[in-house]
């Protein structure tokens, strides 16, 4: 009865070898787990995240750069097009070249122009063109009439391989800051020599943008994709387009002006 009574009291056996197998092998799997983690934090550093924000920064210093020299197209552009539809009705011809003559040698064009204005001088009581030039033409045009003080200096338009002498002011005085002013033009006069020069110089700076584009992103595109609001490239002449709606998706990303 003793023998009976103890073996319905003691328990049955337990598997232990294997409780304990279990728990090595997740006592590995938690370390290997662990080494993982580790290694993969050593091989991630924070020379990584440095070398990740500079190729962002200068992707993004690219794209904007991009969008200044679209502004600057879709400026040159609207200028452009204004001229071009005022000189339609007149004599004036958006693609004649300017040349500056003094005793029969070209010694500027309109290359050289950086700027030209019409306005009304109460003062004088003229309307004066005041045409402003570069660094180099400014150079240029010091030493010129630094040495033909009473000289003409000749302004001629070319067109088709054909000259014709717009006007023929006198030099003055020597002229060392690149600013020629000349008056004594009728009203008439003075808006016709302002729109011959005003409209070569728009159309030049469509062009110069238009290469400055297509340059920087043709370098940028070899690097890293570029967004939708970044066309392929710009038509240098003379089909210019309208980059309105390009500029407008640039600054609905936050690349405003």
């Known amino acids: 009865m003793k023998n009976n009574k103890m073996a319905k009291t003691t328990p049955p056996p337990r598997f232990v070898g294997c409780k304990r197998l279990c728990s090595v092998l997740c006592a590995i799997f938690c370390a290997l787990l662990a080494f993982a983690l580790v290694g993969c934090g050593n091989t991630y550093t924070d020379e990584d995240d440095y070398a990740n924000f500079v190729r962002w920064q200068s992707r993004y210093e690219t794209e904007k750069e991009l969008v200044g020299l679209l502004r600057e197209y879709d400026a040159a ?4 097009t204004e001229f071009t539809a005022k000189s339609s009705g007149s004599s004036v011809v958006a693609f004649a070249s300017i040349a500056f003559v003094c005793e029969g040698r070209t010694v500027l064009t309109d290359e050289n122009i950086k700027l030209v204005q019409s306005s009304y001088d109460v003062g004088l009581g003229d309307y004066v063109v005041t045409i402003t ?3 180099v033409g400014a150079a240029i045009l010091a030493d010129l009439t630094v040495n033909h003080i009473g000289d003409t200096l000749e302004i001629v338009e070319i067109n088709n391989g054909n000259s014709s002498v717009i006007l023929s002011p006198y030099i003055n005085t020597a002229i060392t800051n690149g600013v020629v002013p000349i008056s004594g033009l009728p009203e008439a ?7 011959r020069i005003a409209a070569k110089t728009a159309e030049r700076s469509v062009r110069h943008a238009a290469s400055a584009y297509n340059d920087k992103r043709s370098k940028s ?4 994709p570029m967004p939708e609001y970044l066309p392929a490239s710009l038509a240098v002449e003379p089909q210019y387009i309208d980059v309105s709606a390009y500029l407008q998706k640039a600054d609905a990303v936050g690349f405003t002006a």
């Open 77 to 80: 552009y609207t200028a452009y």
């Open 133 to 135: 030039f570069d660094s």
């Open 189 to 195: 006069n003075a808006n016709e020599l302002y729109m």
């Open 221 to 224: 595109s070899a690097r890293y």
